[in-house]
């Protein structure tokens, strides 16, 4: 992840040199490379928009992945009814720290599943109190970290790709690992579509021999059916409502560069590359998607609508007030009401900000200082 060493290193000379321009998934490629619930269903309700009429936003749970190597991953709680902000509130409940570089979080059923890449860690809350359930440690038979870096969730079932070229299959109600297949090379990425699981396969770690494929897993099997060949170093991946899967294939930060991309999952091909979207992340709510760059020469970027019908952007300029974001770095949207929630980083040197905006671009709050290097927002 983009941390304040890196961001300090990518002023210099030698990163000019090297053009190693690097996001989410190769940050920690970048250093390694430099330093040698019981079975609920609620989460897929919340994936397909079919959700309780009564259902109402009574917190926000805010991830901030910290420093590499520096073990101060937090995560921090908003409650909308008492307007209560606890900046660490894993730590307030637990009593000790979350770890080093926590990359993703999500909710399924009663459970807050946290992925913790450096630490190797899926940490399991129960998501009423904040307590852990369960560490599930994520290494190899050797002792070889995994190095987790996102989940998704199917049928009781948690699916964790891990950089070191596996995904896990973890069931909700014992939280134990049933199975681990082997995918492509450092996957940065996991969703899942038409019954399939879609692993982005980023090779970042092998800098500069990227990896180009998705990998396509049989649910029922889980089982590898296909490779999809899609641009170099991908890793970003949602799915629409009609099944089509869209990624971000990050380039090498040169010559190549981002591309937003789009696989048809009942075909399993990709159809489609959008050359002139120059994605870095971006997250889909209701067959909308809402896309950021960030340029870190020049400190600079934007968020568009993309319209996942039409296939086209809609809006060049999501937030139409003027409000201005320094460093955007999670992008994510309350299921509830659309609201459009955002991560500033702020130039990665401090602890950043969320802003909450209507889904017409304009800022309704601001949660000041809520960690450092924000990255992931899950509502309750």
């Keep these: 992840?983009?941390?304040?060493?890196?961001?300090?290193?990518?002023?210099?000379?030698?990163?000019?040199?090297?053009?190693?321009?690097?996001?989410?998934?190769?940050?920690?490629?970048?250093?390694?490379?430099?330093?040698?619930?019981?079975?609920?269903?609620?989460?897929?309700?919340?994936?397909?928009?079919?959700?309780?009429?009564?259902?109402?936003?009574?917190?926000?749970?805010?991830?901030?992945?910290?420093?590499?190597?520096?073990?101060?991953?937090?995560?921090?709680?908003?409650?909308?009814?008492?307007?209560?902000?606890?900046?660490?509130?894993?730590?307030?409940?637990?009593?000790?720290?979350?770890?080093?570089?926590?990359?993703?979080?999500?909710?399924?059923?009663?459970?807050?599943?946290?992925?913790?890449?450096?630490?190797?860690?899926?940490?399991?809350?129960?998501?009423?109190?904040?307590?852990?359930?369960?560490?599930?440690?994520?290494?190899?038979?050797?002792?070889?970290?995994?190095?987790?870096?996102?989940?998704?969730?199917?049928?009781?079932?948690?699916?964790?790709?891990?950089?070191?070229?596996?995904?896990?299959?973890?069931?909700?109600?014992?939280?134990?690992?049933?199975?681990?297949?082997?995918?492509?090379?450092?996957?940065?990425?996991?969703?899942?579509?038409?019954?399939?699981?879609?692993?982005?396969?980023?090779?970042?770690?092998n800098f500069p021999n990227y990896d180009n494929t998705v990998s396509v897993i049989d649910i029922p099997t889980f089982k590898e059916i296909k490779k999809i060949k899609v641009g170099i170093n991908p890793s970003e991946i949602h799915a629409d409502s009609e099944g089509d899967v869209y990624l971000v294939s990050r380039g090498d930060y040169g010559v190549n560069g981002y591309k937003f991309q789009r696989i048809n999952s009942s075909t399993d091909v990709m159809e489609q590359s959008f050359d002139n979207i120059n994605a870095l992340n971006f997250t889909i709510h209701k067959d909308t998607a809402y896309i950021y760059n960030y340029d870190f020469m020049s400190n600079s970027s934007w968020i568009k609508v993309f319209d996942c019908k039409q296939e086209k952007i809609v809006s060049e300029n999501f937030i139409t007030d003027k409000t201005e974001i320094q460093t955007p770095y999670g992008i994510d949207v309350n299921p509830l009401n659309g609201d459009v929630y955002i991560t500033d980083a702020c130039m990665f040197t401090m602890w950043g900000n969320v802003l909450c905006f209507d889904n017409k671009g304009k800022l309704k709050f601001k949660i000041k200082e809520i960690g450092l290097n924000p990255n992931k927002i899950v509502f309750r």
């Design 1 to 205: 992840m983009i941390m304040k060493n890196i961001f300090l290193l990518l002023k210099t000379k030698t990163y000019k040199r090297l053009r190693f321009k690097t996001h989410s998934m190769s940050l920690a490629a970048f250093i390694f490379l430099l330093f040698l619930p019981s079975c609920d269903d609620m989460h897929d309700k919340l994936r397909d928009g079919t959700l309780p009429e009564t259902a109402e936003l009574t917190q926000i749970f805010v991830l901030s992945e910290g420093l590499f190597n520096m073990n101060n991953s937090t995560l921090a709680m908003y409650n909308f009814r008492t307007k209560e902000t606890v900046s660490d509130y894993f730590l307030a409940v637990n009593k000790r720290g979350l770890g080093d570089t926590a990359n993703d979080m999500a909710l399924y059923g009663s459970k807050l599943y946290v992925v913790v890449n450096v630490s190797s860690q899926i940490e399991i809350l129960d998501a009423a109190t904040g307590k852990s359930l369960k560490q599930i440690p994520m290494f190899s038979d050797a002792g070889v970290a995994s190095q987790p870096r996102y989940i998704d969730f199917h049928a009781g079932k948690a699916y964790v790709c891990s950089f070191d070229g596996t995904v896990a299959k973890i069931d909700t109600a014992s939280m134990k690992i049933e199975s681990i297949i082997t995918a492509g090379r450092n996957p940065d990425g996991i969703c899942i579509a038409n019954n399939k699981i879609y692993v982005s396969n980023s090779g970042g770690l």
